[in-house]
């Protein structure tokens, strides 16, 4: 059984008010891509990958007259794509939900939000974020998924995650960057210490475990990581814990053993102003140890890492066109 995450930048885009995909010669939110590339690109990813569930990141919306579930499905038949149903969590306003898509022939998936070890996904989480003694009140703009589901290995909870951002977007001056990424990385630890109390419920249920998704962090990503002491990824992992309360992830793992060798990414963006690309690990597959025995593979789909991926030429191009990010998957026996 292959599960899978992807964050497909500007998906909402590719679709009308009705959900029918928008196949014209017009731009797609991606840069110098227009609808019908970005779509033919997608289509031969995800026929690609074959999972049989996709945690889709920044799925299309469910705003304004929108139904994201609908789009999504059209996007799977227009595919041919086993994995054809879809799984919606808390809607937010954002433009960027999260959704899994799934092959409803073997997995049965419902939303299932537990109030256990910390407040649910679409309330709101107290916590002192700058040590001034006083709380703060945390929310996600973008409530992570919880799902229950019945699998051919038996039953797996889902955590699908897409943690706050920890650009300055918006800042002006030198001074506006530094406020605006000391302020936005700190929430984003608060929204992984949050998510980590709900995994530490999980982990003491027993339960097998999944936390999939883009985390928009990683290990010496930035120069005020110091300053906190550890990342976002280390929180949600329970690195510092013993090791039958850690999650796993292989490529997670790799990146924390040295900061000052090469580590496995997920992501590839443009910077414009120093006319060069930045590559970085963002995305996700941890399972707990009472899954990890089923954990036999897992992939990041990277047009020039993955050599399979680089000696097909059709899906190396499609992995560059189809989004900012590559899909992760991991195979479970």
């Known amino acids: ?37 970005q779509i033919n690109a997608l289509t031969t990813v995800f026929q690609a990958m074959d999972a049989d569930a996709v945690l889709v990141v920044e799925a299309p919306d469910t705003s304004r007259g929108r139904d994201g579930a609908v789009a999504l499905r059209n996007f799977a038949a227009h595919a041919g794509l086993r994995a054809r149903e879809v799984l919606v969590g808390f809607p937010n306003d954002t433009q960027q939900e999260l959704m899994l898509l799934y092959d409803p022939d073997v997995i049965t998936a419902r939303h299932d939000p537990l109030d256990r070890g910390a407040p649910r996904f679409d309330d709101d989480f107290a916590i002192d974020l700058d040590i001034d003694a006083t709380e703060d009140i945390v929310r996600f703009s973008k409530p992570p998924l919880e799902a229950a589901l019945e699998t051919p290995i038996g039953p797996i909870r889902l955590i699908g995650a897409h943690v706050k951002s920890k650009a300055p977007h918006g800042a002006v001056s030198d001074a506006d960057v530094m406020r605006m990424a000391i ?3 700190r929430k984003q630890l608060a929204q992984c210490i949050w998510l980590r109390r709900r995994i530490e419920a999980h982990l003491d249920a027993g339960d097998a475990l999944i936390v999939a998704g883009d985390l928009n962090d990683g290990p010496g ?8 002491g550890r990342s976002g990824l280390e929180i949600v992992l329970g690195a510092s814990g013993p090791a039958e309360r850690r999650l796993f992830d292989p490529h997670g793992a790799q990146a924390l053993q040295s900061k000052l060798s090469a580590a496995p990414t997920t992501s590839r963006f443009f910077l414009r102003h120093e006319n060069r ?57």
């Not at 959900?19 to 991606?30: C, Y």
């Not at 990503?221 to 906190?228: G, K, P, S, V």
């Not at 990277?302 to 190396?316: E, I, K, S, T, Y």
């Open 277 to 333: 690309y930045l590559q970085a690990l963002l995305d996700y597959i941890m399972v707990s140890p009472a899954l990890r025995p089923r954990a036999d593979h897992w992939r990041i789909w990277h047009p020039f890492d993955d050599p399979d991926c680089w000696g097909r030429a059709d899906l190396r191009a499609a992995l560059l066109t189809a989004s900012d990010h590559f899909p992760v998957s991991l195979d479970l026996i």
């Open 183 to 185: 302020a936005n990385r």
């Open 1 to 37: 059984m292959r599960i899978a995450t992807y964050n497909v930048e500007w998906f909402f885009k590719l679709f009308d008010d009705s959900g029918a995909l928008l196949r014209d010669g017009e731009w797609s939110g991606r840069w110098n891509v227009t609808r019908t590339a």
């Open 221 to 228: 990503l930035d120069e005020y990581e110091a300053l906190f």
